[in-house]
């Protein structure tokens, strides 16, 4: 029997789980002898595709069992398992492993390795008998890993290997003495107000089922009534529903109800949302053949209904009015739409929305965005701008085409388009930010964007505005060219060298229009900015960068939270080597735009990419504007991807609406933290510990994040400046870091303050906590 030693000091850079909650565990189930089936306690099985089998063997080291990988060809796959371990300590890893002709195409056979790690592992190849493979851990700011036994270790591999009586040791833990300084006078560059950006995008039910208020899915009827696919259902005589494709109203086809002496088709769709005692107005476009003598319209809820009657519907299409009134809250009601006579119906659209819709957004969803306050909004897109063309959102809403979403799942409605984004930014009081299409779209498509945005009414572009009812320019100034185009999941994905051309061309055709306007260029770190940066900077002012964390892995807390500082501390630093290494930028300062930051994991709860949120998300959320903050000389802009269902900060179901976990942090932040960054020395650890000034430098505003199961205690000194008596303080509470908030229920993560705090000499905070203290400074 061989020992193999392997050295690792690296932070462990993956994400966490919730199991044993402030304590150190074991690896669980450590030589496979507990499982049920082919299950292994403790343990799951990664095979991906290629022939890889994982199992449970009785070769075993000791015991009965052992941990089994094979494969007859070079496959991946692995068996893991998730171990909680202290921050800033030393463990030393010991395991087993036996092998029968493996081979592996890197020359790196079997062994055990730790995600995240970057570390020369040596693995077995070829037959060998049971050999012990050992491991030092340094831990860092980290309190999980994955631990991983693998058939190859980097890649691919052949035979079979046996992984056995694995341990962990505690070698040493380094002792914390937290405490700061916080020196008033050495003030950092200002953080831009545009870092609590957000952006919606026309995917899922961001936008359609969370914004916008319209109740009724597919209401042009991108779908045939009756289809699986459809929202709409046809009930009575289903042989007398057709669909006229020959002269619709819009799109490629308008469903017709026929009605006879042996019955009618009528359409209906369920599963709509009622407040209690509510107004609900809508319209139905409708023409008809002479015999129909009326149309029955029939909103039913529970054991109620009530209909309106549409008399002698005319033989042109024209818009009806509904009205009907809600009693209680109902989440199934249903609308039926039944001709009455003899002849036929063609429906060519309907419309139904809460009477207190606000210019056709929801008013509730329209209140939390207020709280939330964002400077800016990114719009429309995301990987949908890639195939949208924008003037299929302008002209009659109800004359505007359905579309299928080029990039995501279901139908672009485009009921919002230019001139809702522009009514909804207004009633925010927010600035537009547009992504022009720079995938599937031209130079001239994003010309004409700016023009009719931005050109006076004399212009062909703004003519077209002011006939759609908007005479006044609305002056946007935000723009980006084009979404992600080095991915090559993007409509029009190209090459580098192809796409800083087409940038170019673009701001050159969009500033030939509006030369004032602010141009975003597409940015990923690594060859691709290098390249943008190199040969676009005469055409951009800022540079986009994208990042979002997961958590597949499973650990502990500090872990999930510190990817979002992390990532952008990775950014910043990257942004600052360029600045140093490529001439164009020398003189220029071309700062970050974060157009999309946020988690992206879990189940879909709330409709495509509609994932919920927990405490310990929030507590990620609240470590990035604390990073934000201290790197506020290289981000300009952050837009929180995305607002509302979509990965959003706010959920809603069909009558409710409320602020999910991350969202009350960017609501809290939005209101209480401070914008002048200043500096803060001494030992910060464990806590994630940010300060910032007023604008007035009147107020000291000091956010500490707890990622820790621990309570900790703080003293402060404070440098130039003192305070004048007490403070208050603000926090983000939860009972436990799995928290999240449902619409329609009570907050489980909710804001609370303010407290007071007698004396900034020593703050305590709790475990798992994100706290904002407050102190107005003397003069």
């Known amino acids: 029997m061989r020992k193999l030693q392997i050295i690792l000091a690296a932070a462990l850079i993956i994400t966490s789980c919730t199991a044993n909650r402030g304590q150190v565990s074991i690896i669980p189930n450590p030589s496979a002898e507990e499982g049920t089936g082919s299950t292994v306690t403790g343990w799951n099985a990664e095979t991906q595709r290629g022939g890889m089998i994982a199992f449970y063997d009785y070769e075993s080291h ?20 998730k171990v909680q371990l202290k921050p800033w300590s030393e463990y030393r890893f010991t395991g087993w492993v036996k092998t029968e002709d493996v081979e592996a195409r890197s020359g790196k056979g079997a062994g055990f390795r730790f995600d995240g790690v970057e570390a020369e592992y040596t693995g077995l190849s070829g037959t060998n008998d049971w050999t012990m493979v050992e491991l030092l851990v340094k831990t860092g700011n980290d309190d999980s890993f994955v631990l991983s036994c693998l058939l190859g270790i980097d890649g691919p591999a052949s035979g079979r290997a046996w992984f056995d009586d694995m341990s962990l040791e505690l070698v040493s833990s380094e002792t914390l003495n937290t405490a700061v300084s916080i020196d008033l006078a050495d003030r950092k560059e200002p953080m831009s107000e545009y870092i609590y950006g957000q952006f919606i995008e026309h995917l899922g039910r961001c936008i359609y089922g969370g914004i916008w208020a319209e109740m009724l899915d597919d209401r042009k009827f991108w779908y045939t009534p009756g289809d699986r696919e459809s929202p709409w259902q046809v009930r009575g005589k289903r042989d007398l529903f057709s669909v006229d494709r020959v002269a619709p109203f819009t799109g490629d086809k308008t469903p017709v109800l026929a009605v006879d002496g ?32 009326a ?11 009530q209909t309106v009657t549409i008399d ?37 659209t309907a419309s ?62 485009n009921d919002v388009g230019l001139h809702e984004f522009m009514t909804f930014c207004k009633i925010l009081g927010t600035e537009p930010y547009i992504a022009v299409n720079a995938g599937l779209g031209d130079s001239k498509q994003a010309r004409e964007e700016v023009e009719y945005c931005n050109g006076s ?56 229009v509006d030369p004032d306007i602010k141009l975003i260029a597409v940015g990923e770190l690594g060859d691709w900015d290098r390249m943008v940066l190199t040969n676009c900077s005469e055409s951009m002012d800022l540079i986009s960068e994208h990042f979002y964390r997961q958590d597949w892995h499973g650990g502990g807390l500090m872990t999930h939270v510190k990817q979002i500082p992390d990532a952008i501390r990775e950014k910043a630093e990257a942004h600052r080597q360029y600045r140093k290494e490529i001439p164009q930028l020398q003189g220029k300062d071309i700062r970050i735009c974060m157009d999309e930051w946020n988690y992206w994991y879990g189940p879909h709860i709330y409709g495509e990419l ?22 506020s000389d290289m981000v300009f802009m952050a837009n929180y991807a995305q607002t509302v269902n979509v990965i959003g900060c706010i959920k809603t179901n069909t009558t409710s609406s409320v602020f999910d976990a991350t969202g009350q942090v960017l609501k809290l932040y939005r209101q209480h933290f401070g914008t002048v960054p200043v500096a803060i020395s001494g030992e910060t650890r464990p806590v994630d510990i940010a300060a910032t000034l007023d604008s007035e430098g009147k107020k000291l505003t000091i956010s500490v994040v707890n990622a820790t199961w621990d309570e900790v205690k703080i003293p402060v000194t404070l440098l130039n400046g003192t305070v004048s ?39 305590t905070v709790g475990p798992a906590s994100i706290n904002l203290f407050v102190f107005n400074l003397n003069d």
């Open 295 to 305: 149309v029955k319209v029939t909103l039913t809820w529970g054991e109620e209904s």
């Open 312 to 348: 002698k519907p005319g033989s042109s299409f024209a818009s009806y009015p509904v009205e009907f009134h809600s009693g209680k809250l109902n989440h199934n009601a249903t609308l039926a739409i039944e001709p009455v006579g003899n002849g036929k119906l063609w429906v060519g």
């Open 352 to 413: 139904l929305m809460p009477s207190d819709n606000i210019e056709g957004f929801r008013s509730d969803v329209i209140a939390l965005l207020k709280e939330l306050n964002a400077p800016v909004y990114r719009w429309p897109g995301g990987n949908f701008v890639s195939g949208y063309d924008w003037k299929d959102g302008i002209g009659d809403r109800d004359r505007r085409p359905p579309r299928k979403n080029p990039a995501w799942q279901g139908v672009e409605h």
């Open 262 to 293: 042996s019955g009618a088709a009528v359409m209906q769709q369920s599963g709509l949302g009622l407040r209690p005692d509510l107004g609900y107005n809508g319209h139905l476009v409708l023409k008809a053949s002479p015999g129909i003598t």
């Open 457 to 512: 009414a004399e212009t062909p572009m703004g003519k077209l505005r002011a006939a759609n009812g908007h005479p006044e320019p609305w002056h946007v100034k935000w723009w980006s060219i084009g979404n992600e185009m080095y991915g090559d999941w993007q409509l029009g994905h190209m090459s580098t060298d192809d796409f800083v051309k087409k940038h170019n061309a673009f701001a050159d055709a969009m500033r030939s």
């Open 725 to 763: 008596g007490e403070g208050e303080l603000w926090q983000v509470t939860a009972p436990d870091d799995m928290a999240t908030n449902e619409p329609g229920r009570p907050e489980n993560v909710k804001i609370v303050g303010p407290a007071p705090v007698p004396s900034l000499k020593e703050i």
């Open 610 to 631: 509609g994932t919920r949120y927990f405490m310990r998300d929030a507590l990620g959320i609240a470590a990035g504007l604390n990073e934000y903050s201290r790197q």
């Open 62 to 81: 000791q015991g009965k069992r052992s941990l089994m990988l094979n494969s007859t060809r070079p496959a991946g796959g692995r068996w893991m398992t």
